[in-house]
């Protein structure tokens, strides 16, 4: 297959040198060719189009608004302006959300990443009874609703008799979010060959010299990466903050108390922005790190099914 | 290599369950301060409410009149997610809530504790009308104490609309077809659909009236653009030019004015909805003498006139219009509320899921 011929294009090849197959007449199988190629060509074009304007769309216009010299989303536009820019880094309740939400996911994701690796460990190394058992329990949390994860923990901690902190909040996201670093990581141990473990021993390493010379470094794209996914589901996540928090806000429950105000809607859009700016910017660096490190980390997130994250 | 892993993430488990329950033992406690003044009242507060009823702002004469008070603060998106939360253990002092949305059920499922009337200060300036609101008083005991309030009326477009609505029989005019609006909650709706069928206690319909109402609203579905959902929905669909006639509020007017679009608002002489929104006590209070100072300081006069001028709502202390400014005055909509004889509770009717049923049928036509 040529250079920058995709699969569609191939098959098509295959088909025009069997004519026979699509059509015994002959006459009318170059334009049901030309046909099925416009089609493939411009309805996948197309598809993906909407896939982006779907994906897209709703964020660029809120970038757009962000600028808008109006409160009211709606056109024409009312002229330029940062004044939204300014009013949200000015704003001391958004600044505060902002910085419990950032301590918060810097203290899970590094959680995560520790009882994530450790759960992939097991379960990828170590045959016991009971293992798909545990394998269950520790991917529940991946198919739960949070809501219902967040209520579950608010009853847990008042039976319990625990006050409700931006600790709480850390308790209950950390369980909910590190099978993500397990399915991330388990995914390149599955990859990795053990023989290379088996190798360097013979040759005189120690355990943990083959854990930090050859395991580490093999997952380490795969453990940059469930991190910062760590991280932006932490800093993202509505559900779980909302019931298990205690008298403090983070971003996301100032976002969604604030749009009560319409006065807010624009320093919502402004902060928004620069939020979605530093996580696309993150996910970026993700990605290309996997990718510059070998494709099995990429493989392995690209064919992970993803959440639904709190759109910011 | 296993054993170590293992004791590891026993440590992990360990440290995590050791930082959640570390927090049991608070030091968040609500005694009183030991340098407070003699009497005031002081410690922690604890206030669950829309997070407009702490707005820095508006609070500057709470925290200038108590210092002593450490108030903590936690918001809600809605009385809905408020329930669930109180129901499933969040605790907190003094409980914002809304008699349109959950006052009444507050109360019945016992998230509000009787209120003692002898320490509320402005109980006897606050508007008869607003005090005989469905959950504000249940079994002759206060529960609430209405802090503000407003009144659902018709918003339009005068520069389109050039004849002003008088009733909400306009809101159905042919003439809008396709270009008028109603917000999107069941008992607003059906208030509406009942007003503009000359129903004129839509609280206590029967089902025969309902199904009226509802065959009405559905045979009057393609009149509607949009069913809104909230300010920034409404304000943009005027600004845009969609609708030029919907249900609203005064205060949306006034800010769609600022925008440049001639908005105006008018009172249905049909009726006028009133939703009031206020505070009570929860029963795990625990410190009653800074939740009593607050519901007093949120019916006082410096509050009451900040949330008439800056956030347009109707207050519920009667001797505040003498204070206020003949703009503010008409902006939060006083001039028209009266002694809101014309006014019906947007309040939940008994048969509540059936009109959320029959709403949801209008909707899905």
Redesign the interface.
């Known amino acids: 297959m040529g250079r920058g011929m995709d699969r569609g294009e191939g098959l098509l090849v295959a088909q025009v040198a069997h004519p026979v197959r699509l059509d015994t007449t002959g006459s009318a199988v170059p334009g049901a060719i030309r046909i099925h190629r416009a089609l493939n060509r411009w309805g996948w074009r197309g598809f993906l189009g909407i896939v982006f304007l779907t994906l897209f769309g709703p964020l660029a216009i809120l970038v757009a608004f962000s600028f808008n010299d ?6 024409p536009f ?1 002229g330029l302006t940062t004044k939204w820019y300014s009013l949200a880094l000015q704003d ?2 958004l600044r505060e959300a902002l910085v419990n939400s950032t301590a918060v996911a810097f203290i899970v994701a590094p ?1 995560c990443l ?2 994530g690796t ?2 992939a ?2 379960l990828t ?2 045959r016991f009874r009971g293992r798909g058992a545990t394998g269950g329990l520790v991917g529940a949390p991946l198919v739960l609703p949070w809501l219902i994860v967040g ?1 579950a923990a ?2 847990g ?9 931006l ?2 909040v ?3 996201q ?2 909910c979010t590190f099978p993500l670093v397990t399915a991330i990581v388990a995914a390149q141990l599955f990859r990795f060959q053990r023989v290379q473990e088996e190798a360097a021993i013979d040759l005189g390493c120690s ?1 943990l010299e083959v ?1 930090r010379h050859i395991i580490l470094p093999h997952i380490a794209p795969a453990l940059a990466a469930a991190g910062i996914f760590a991280f932006t589901w932490s800093f993202n996540n509505y559900e779980i903050s ?2 298990t ?5 983070t971003f996301p ?1 100032w976002v ?7 006065d807010h ?1 624009a320093v919502v859009n402004a902060i928004s922005t620069l939020i979605s700016a530093v996580q696309v910017v993150l996910i970026y660096l993700a990605l290309r790190m996997l990718r510059s490190r070998g494709g099995t980390g990429a493989i392995a997130m690209t064919e992970m099914p993803l959440p639904v994250t709190e759109t910011s | ?2 054993k170590r ?2 004791v ?2 026993l440590v ?2 360990l440290a ?2 050791a ?6 033992g ?1 030091d ?1 406690s609500p005694s009183p301060d030991p340098g407070a003044s003699p009497g005031a009242p002081s410690g922690t507060l ?1 206030l669950f409410s ?3 009823g702490f707005d ?1 702002a508006y609070m500057t004469t709470f925290y200038e009149q108590y210092p002593d008070i450490d108030l ?6 809605s009385n809905d ?1 408020a329930i ?2 109180l129901q ?4 907190a002092d003094v409980i914002n809530s809304c008699v349109d949305e959950a006052t009444l059920e507050m109360v019945n499922k016992g998230l509000y504790a009787p209120l003692d009337v002898s320490r509320l200060e402005n109980w006897d300036d606050i508007w008869p009308s607003m005090k005989a609101l469905p959950g504000v008083q249940v079994d002759g005991k206060v529960y609430l104490v209405p802090a503000d309030a407003g009144t659902a009326g018709i918003l339009y477009n005068a520069d389109v609309v050039t004849t002003p609505p008088t009733s909400w029989l306009d809101l159905f005019d042919p003439q809008w077809a396709g270009r008028a609006s109603m917000e999107d909650i069941s008992v607003t709706a059906i208030d509406i659909g009942a007003l503009a069928n000359g129903i004129s206690d839509p609280l206590s319909m029967t089902t025969d009236q309902l199904d009226q109402v509802k065959n009405y609203l559905i045979d009057h579905r393609d009149q509607f653009r949009t069913f809104w959902k ?3 929905d409404i ?3 005027f ?2 030019g969609e609708v030029v006639i919907a249900s609203g509020y005064p205060d949306y007017a006034k ?2 004015r600022k ?2 679009v001639n908005a105006q608002f008018a009172v249905a002489k049909e009726g006028q909805m009133l939703w009031t929104c206020g505070y009570g006590i929860s029963p795990d209070a625990e410190n009653l003498d800074a939740a009593y100072a607050l519901l007093n300081w949120y019916s006082s006069v410096p509050p009451q006139v900040y949330a008439a001028t800056e956030f347009d709502y109707i207050t519920s202390n009667m001797t505040v219009g003498d204070l206020l400014s003949k703009e503010a005055i008409e902006d939060s909509g006083l001039d028209t509320f009266g002694e809101a004889e014309n006014a019906i509770p947007a309040s939940p009717p008994n048969d509540r899921e059936a009109w959320v049923a029959a709403w949801t049928e209008v909707k899905a036509s």
């Open positions: 109006s409160t009211i989303l709606a056109f009312e001391p309740s959680l520790v009882l450790l759960a460990f097991g190394r170590f209520i608010l009853m901690y008042a039976k319990a008799n625990i006050d409700l902190s600790k709480t850390i308790a209950t950390t369980i355990r854990l909302a019931f928090i205690g008298f403090q806000q429950i969604y108390s604030s749009v009560r105000n319409p809607t | 290599m296993s892993i293992r590891l993430a992990a488990t995590m369950l930082a959640a329950c570390s927090s049991g608070s968040d604890r829309y997070s407009d820095p903590e603060t936690a918001s809600f998106g997610e669930a939360k499933a253990g969040f605790q909230g300010a920034a304000k943009s669909q600004k845009s800010q769609l925008e440049g």
